[in-house]
């Protein structure tokens, strides 16, 4: 059975996903987290369910919760090509399966295509992770040769869990030097109560001593209790007192310091306020310094005298110089244009070939209207017309007679069938009546001879009755009437004739039975041949009729071509065109005369328009010399009167523009004059309210006014910090030190008044629990009733203990049982693969009578598989696996899945294995890692990266 491909619904990070597998190695990689596992889980829950929800396993529904499930394409050597679909529905999804013959099956079909294989029993034999190679470094030797025996053989593992499960509830129950199993405690009970009888019978002796003393302890605990009370109101006002003790100190250091600066007074921002009118001040005198210059400036200016003569001719000027832009510009423009249709109408000149004056003038007096060219498009469509069927009628006619030698080639090559084959299907279909009446026949004579049977079975078991009735009661006329009975109905059986017709309707089906496929095949094939040849005679008669008809057609459509071609010719004689020039280029020698005489006037139109602009520039020009009094160049010319018109008025611009700053200048003068006046009185007024003469005074005065508010602050969170407390008292001679003193030898009389109390309390415990048992009189009676109940309960777990070990004990025989008969051959198997995994260092492997593993070296040497590495462990158990599926192939062909298993190994072991895998290529691997250089190992097998798919939807690998 292999795996051909994989259809994902939608089943974890994976949606709308197709996989191609190949036949022999599938490498399928890519990063963590890429959806491997997911793909791998998807094959075992296709095909054997998915998990209930309470299951440990993850059901792995869609992220994105669309359709949940999937196909799985498989090709099995029995069954044929078979799909097995699951969706959601019921607990484990509801499954089909497809056969290649159209039938469809549900979970009794699948049960069949796995061999009845379950999960368990797959992932056990066809399914291994590196996570089972890893656990092999913590196995003890014991642990590990029953996993290699369990990998070595079917069905042993559950054996294995039963035998640990039984191990493990007898350890519960019973250890022998252990403490915590049931029975080991129910016996430590039992030694303790009995202990607990011998002592009750000793405490009757010291009640009345023991009632007094309780007695006297209660007094002692009174005054203990009030003088602990009193101690501890001690410890807590000294724990107080240092606490509060560096604030008291620090208050009094602030209080002297605040003294010395409680007096000074100083104004309500003054720093700010003085800052603000220093900074405004030195602006303000800048800006006064700033404006005389500017003023100054200024003056210079005006002084200058500007000419105030031609600006009224030159704003005239100004106003035409668009009109004369327009002038030059269409001036240009025209000897452009004239110099491009001069060129267009040579070129036209040239491709027509004109050259002489004559054929020039001819060529203008040409009719070139929209009727000529009308009637030139018209003789052109018929004639393209004309040759495009031409063209289709021939194309067809020459398919048709290619069809037609097809056909007769075809004929030629029909086989008749054999004329003992047209004799059999004549025959056939009354046979075929012959052979269903004959099966109808004896399918019913069977049935008529079972009742018999039955009947005869039934009279026998009549007779065996009666005989042993009589047998047992030894009334012995029973015995012979039983006798009697049966010989009559064997008489009876054995005169049952034969049915001659029976006879002949078995010899018809001896005969033609097996045949109906064969004659069947030769009917439809003789049937098949007689179709065809009708068909090919029908449709060869057809194709000669239609290629008739298409020659008389291809003949008319010539003549007419002929006719238009003619007719055309005759038209381009009358523009000097002589022959008949190919169709595409008649249009545009038609187009290029009338382009031509085109050009030719539109050149005359532009000599007159550029004589009248010519005119208009010179007038202009003379003008322009006039106003401006010297000679101007015709391409500079407003250039010049642009420059003189600015210069003129931007004279006139300037001078009102000083004189209006000038004024502006002036007015803020005094007002920066009257501002700096003003802020000089503020700044007096200022150091009056700080009692000072000079800025550093003022700023001396500033900074002890910030060390008051500091100090007053302070002090505020000090008293704060002290009312939290309370009114306490302090000595102004008291130190922590002496504070310190007084609380360890406080604490130290409590801890000496605890110790006596807890004694007492100790003592009137014991002596109270003392005096109570005494009182009751059921204590000893009670521990013997328990000693009685705890021996019958450690007399049930021994049973229960006894049971176990008869089931461990059968376990185990089973276990060798398996040792011995199955697990050789699947032993010997695996000694090959491993001697090969190792490179021939080991040559066999073998079970001691311990029943642990050992590998045999070349060299003769024995190790137990424990002192083994790591990595010749996982050779051995892989060899087992391989070992085991080779065994059973024939039964359950299924493929085999890897997860990274070989990611541990080197280059030496990973090229062992790879020579191992590629011989076994009758089965299908399907190996997932992380690794991507791994497929890099199988140069043929089939590498999927993973991670390319990812969560793409409609990927399709």
């Not at 029975?183 to 009995?194: H, Q, V, Y």
Request: charged fraction near 30%; include cysteine.
């Amino acid at each position: 059975m292999k795996i051909d491909k994989l259809v994902i619904y939608g089943f974890g990070k994976h949606e709308d996903v197709t996989i191609e597998l190949g036949p022999t190695m599938n490498v399928l990689y890519g990063h963590n987290e890429a959806g491997k596992t997911t793909i791998q889980q998807f094959i075992l829950h296709i095909l054997f369910g998915f998990p209930a929800r309470n299951s440990p396993l993850l059901r792995y529904e869609p992220k994105s919760g669309g359709r949940y499930g999937g196909q799985v394409h498989l090709d099995d050597k029995l069954y044929g090509k078979c799909i097995v679909e699951r969706v959601r529905g019921k607990s484990a999804g509801d499954v089909t399966v497809y056969f290649e013959n159209g039938e469809k099956g549900e979970q009794e079909a699948l049960n069949k295509l796995l061999r009845q294989y379950d999960r368990a029993s797959f992932e056990s034999i066809f399914a291994f992770s590196l996570l089972q190679l890893q656990g092999f470094e913590k196995m003890d030797e014991h642990e590990l040769s029953r996993t290699l025996l369990a990998s070595g053989t079917t069905g042993v593992d559950d054996l294995l869990k039963v035998e640990a499960k039984m191990e493990r509830e007898m350890d519960l129950l019973f250890k022998k030097n252990g403490r915590n199993p049931a029975i080991n405690a129910k016996l430590s009970e039992l030694r303790t109560l009995e202990t607990q009888l011998l002592e009750e019978q000793r405490k009757l002796e010291n009640y009345a001593p023991a009632v007094h003393r309780i007695k006297e302890i209660d007094e002692q605990l009174m005054v203990l209790r009030e003088q602990k009370r009193e101690y501890n109101d001690q410890v807590g006002e000294l724990t107080v007192k240092r606490q509060v003790l560096p604030l008291y100190l620090k208050k009094r250091n602030l209080e002297h310091q605040y003294n010395s600066v409680k007096d000074l007074r100083f104004p309500t921002d003054g720093m700010e306020r003085y800052e603000s009118i220093v900074n405004k001040l030195a602006d303000s005198e800048a800006s006064y310094i700033s404006i005389e210059q500017e003023i100054k400036k200024i003056e210079e200016i005006l002084s200058e005298k500007v000419e105030e003569e031609k600006i009224s001719d030159l704003e005239q000027l100004v106003a035409m110089e668009s009109e004369w832009h327009r002038w030059l510009s269409a001036s240009s423009a025209l000897k452009s244009e004239y110099e491009q249709v001069k060129k267009r109408k040579e070129r036209f000149l040239s491709r027509l070939g004109i050259q002489t004056d004559g054929e020039v003038t001819r060529l203008l007096q040409a009719d070139v209207s929209i009727r000529k060219e009308e009637e030139m498009y018209e003789l052109l469509e018929n004639m393209k017309t004309y040759h495009q069927e031409l063209g289709i009628v021939e194309a067809e006619l020459q398919k048709l007679r290619e069809e037609i030698e097809g056909m007769k080639e075809r004929a030629q090559f029909l086989t008749p069938p054999s004329e003992e084959d047209v004799r059999k299907a004549q025959a056939w279909p009354k046979i075929r009546q012959q052979v269903a009446e004959a099966k109808a026949y004896v399918t019913l004579n069977e049935q008529q001879q079972n009742s018999s049977k039955n009947f005869w079975v039934a009279i026998l078991a009549f007779t065996l009755l009666i005989a042993g009735y009589g047998m047992l009661s030894r009334q012995f006329e029973f015995l012979f009437i039983s006798v009697l009975i049966s010989g009559i109905a064997f008489f009876l059986m054995k005169r049952q004739t034969k049915d001659p017709k029976l006879e002949e309707m078995q010899a018809i089906l001896s005969t033609y039975e097996g045949q109906e496929y064969e004659i069947e095949t030769i009917l439809s094939e003789v049937e098949t041949y007689e179709k065809h040849k009708r068909q090919l005679e029908e449709n060869l008669a057809s194709a000669e009729q239609d290629a008739y008809h298409l020659e008389i057609t291809y003949r008319e459509l010539e003549e007419k071509s002929i006719q238009t071609e003619a007719l055309l010719q005759s038209f381009l004689a009358q523009y000097g065109i002589d022959g008949l020039p190919s169709a595409s280029i008649i249009p545009e020698l038609f187009r290029m005369i009338r382009d031509t005489q085109e050009a030719i006037r539109q050149m005359e139109n532009i000599d007159i328009e550029q004589q009248r602009l010519a005119e208009q520039i010179h007038h202009r020009l003379i003008e322009s010399e006039r106003v401006l009094q010297h000679s101007i160049p015709q391409e500079a010319l407003y250039e010049f009167i642009r420059r003189a018109y600015h210069e003129l008025t931007q004279g006139i611009e300037r001078q009102q523009i000083q004189v209006t700053r000038k004024q502006q200048l002036e007015k803020e003068l005094q007002e920066v004059k009257a501002l700096v006046s003003l802020l000089n009185t503020h700044k007096q007024a200022l150091f009056e309210e700080a009692q000072v003469e000079t800025e550093e005074a003022f700023y001396q005065a500033n900074r002890m006014q910030h060390e008051k508010e500091a100090l007053q602050e302070q002090l505020v969170n000090i008293e704060l910090q002290l009312a939290v407390n309370g009114e306490i008292e302090i000595d102004s001679a008291c130190t922590d030190a002496d504070l310190e003193r007084a609380l360890i030898q406080t604490k130290k009389a409590i801890e000496e008044i605890e110790q006596e109390y807890n004694e007492l309390i100790d003592e009137k415990a014991a002596l109270v629990n003392q005096t109570n048992d005494m009182l009751t009189d059921a204590t000893y009676s009670n521990l013997q009733q328990q000693f009685e109940v705890e021996r019958a309960q450690f007399m049930e777990l021994a049973r229960k203990w006894a049971s176990q070990k008869a089931l461990a004990s059968a376990i185990q025989q089973m276990m060798n049982d398996l040792k011995e008969k199955k697990f050789p051959y699947v032993l010997k198997e695996a000694e090959q693969l491993f001697e090969k995994l190792t490179g021939g260092q080991y040559e066999s492997m073998v079970i001691t009578e311990q029943g642990y593993f050992e590998v045999v070296s070349k060299t003769g040497m024995h190790f137990p598989i424990v002192e083994l590495s790591q990595a010749t462990k996982e050779q051995a158990y892989i060899s087992l696996r391989l070992a085991l599926a080779v065994s059973i192939f024939e039964d359950a062909p299924f493929p085999i899945i890897m997860d990274d298993p070989f990611v541990h190994f080197d280059e030496s072991r990973l090229s062992h294995i790879i020579k191992v895998l590629d011989q076994l290529k009758e089965h299908q691997f399907i190996y997932f890692t992380c690794h991507e250089e791994m497929k890099n190992h199988w140069q043929e097998a089939t590498a999927i990266n993973v991670s390319t798919i990812g969560s793409k939807q409609g990927a399709n690998v």
